[in-house]
């Protein structure tokens, strides 16, 4: 399994990148940098690049809705330059509070757009004269709705690669499928490896079924916070409040992704007492009504035979790659544990 890791996308980010430097030698493969409404991420992702050498960079990930087609192969054409081909373009489709909230955009059809988006990116990239008429994108624009002298055109610049790695995140049914048909990888949240096969079994193997060869294997890509030692269970509470916010806020009564995938793991009185407290904001009722073994089994928290033995999980169940979050006290504890996961994930 490759290890990567998370970056914030709220402050202290130079400070952070600069810290990398060690995570780097510590043998971490992967950085991941998010886009919700703070710094943009393609500017942090850029100046990753410029700080670290053999590191893997991605998005983890950019809403498909705020950016065109065409924009999105030219950006994700342009890290991979900056990186001497180390990027990977993590797309998902947000969510309505983001898009709608902050962006001012209509969140519809995010399945469609988003196979669509895939598909002309790889035009870009092949340097092919872009024409596409798909149902949400139509390029060049048909004369009915513009001037009608827009004309197919290529990227002018040659792409270090011409198929950069595209990773899907995806939690829905449909999503999950139309991810393993179409992506290089898949990014599921709140990922359990004793219930993945209940919950995506199905549509992995359905999307597998459709896929192209030359994709090669899926990559999945399971998020998990790191605590390694004899006293760190205690660690494991930090975990609340942000599940409490995204099955309990993250969106309204009915149309929630993160509180349905709750009660797709079997947790649905507390996915809906959950939802209830926040949305009335009781907040830290919420996060208290958080299942402990949902915190427990999304983590890698504890001594480290029992770490070994949830690495061991994770792989088992499909996971190609570890997206860890190390909890430590200070920095050298935080890169002594990037080695020590690297160093256990070699043996299982």
């Known amino acids: 399994m490759r290890i990567g890791m998370s970056l914030s996308y709220s402050g202290g980010f130079k400070e952070t990148v600069e810290e990398l430097?060690?995570?780097?030698?510590?043998?971490?493969?992967?950085?991941?940098?998010?886009?919700?409404?703070?710094?943009?991420?393609?500017?942090?992702?850029?100046?990753?690049?410029?700080?670290?050498?053999?590191?893997?960079?991605?998005?983890g990930i950019l809403p498909?809705?705020?950016?065109?087609?065409?924009?999105?192969?030219?950006?994700?054409?342009?890290?991979?330059?900056?990186?001497?081909?180390?990027?990977?373009?993590?797309?998902?489709?947000?969510?309505?509070?983001?898009?709608?909230?902050?962006?001012?955009?209509?969140?519809?059809?995010?399945?469609?757009?988003?196979r669509e988006v895939i598909e002309i990116c790889r035009?870009?990239?092949?340097?092919?004269?872009?024409?596409?008429?798909?149902?949400?994108?139509?390029?060049?624009?048909?004369?009915?709705?513009?001037?009608?002298l827009g004309k197919p055109l290529k990227l002018i610049n040659h792409p270090v690669r011409e198929r950069i790695p595209v990773l899907i995140a995806a939690i829905g049914p449909k999503?999950?499928?139309?991810?393993?048909?179409?992506?290089?990888?898949?990014?599921?949240?709140?990922?359990?490896?004793?219930?993945?096969?209940?919950?995506?079994g199905e549509v992995l193997a359905a999307g597998k079924a459709k896929r192209d060869p030359s994709l090669g294997e899926l990559d999945v890509v399971a998020s998990a916070p790191l605590a390694i030692g004899d006293d760190v269970e205690g660690y494991l509470e930090f975990?609340?409040?942000?599940?409490?916010?995204?099955?309990?806020?993250?969106?309204a009564k009915g149309k929630n992704f993160y509180n349905d995938l709750c009660r797709r793991y079997g947790w649905e009185k507390e996915a809906e007492e959950i939802q209830d407290l926040y949305l009335s904001g009781k907040k830290d009722e919420a996060a208290a009504k958080v299942p402990l073994e949902l915190l427990r089994s999304t983590?890698?928290?504890?001594?480290?035979?029992?770490?070994?033995?949830?690495?061991?999980?994770?792989?088992?169940?499909?996971?190609?790659?570890?997206?860890?979050?190390?909890?430590?006290?200070?920095?050298?504890?935080?890169?002594?544990?990037?080695?020590?996961?690297k160093e256990l994930a070699a043996e299982v």
Do not use: C
């Open 239 to 251: 975990g609340r409040p942000m599940l409490a916010l995204y099955i309990g806020g993250m969106g």
């Open 123 to 148: 035009q870009v990239w092949k340097r092919e004269r872009v024409q596409f008429q798909g149902k949400y994108y139509q390029l060049p624009l048909p004369p009915e709705k513009g001037t009608g």
């Open 299 to 341: 983590s890698l928290i504890g001594p480290e035979s029992y770490v070994k033995e949830r690495l061991a999980a994770f792989k088992e169940s499909g996971v190609t790659t570890l997206n860890v979050t190390p909890i430590a006290g200070d920095h050298k504890a935080r890169v002594a544990l990037i080695e020590k996961i």
């Open 21 to 59: 430097a060690d995570y780097e030698k510590a043998g971490l493969d992967i950085v991941f940098v998010a886009e919700a409404y703070s710094f943009d991420a393609v500017s942090q992702l850029g100046y990753i690049a410029a700080k670290t050498e053999r590191l893997q960079i991605a998005s």
């Open 175 to 200: 999503n999950v499928e139309m991810a393993a048909e179409i992506a290089e990888g898949w990014l599921p949240i709140f990922y359990m490896p004793e219930k993945a096969a209940d919950v995506w």
């Open 64 to 114: 498909i809705y705020t950016r065109t087609p065409t924009l999105l192969a030219m950006t994700a054409a342009g890290l991979d330059y900056v990186s001497d081909g180390r990027f990977t373009l993590g797309l998902g489709a947000s969510g309505p509070q983001v898009i709608e909230g902050f962006h001012g955009l209509p969140y519809t059809a995010p399945l469609g757009r988003t």
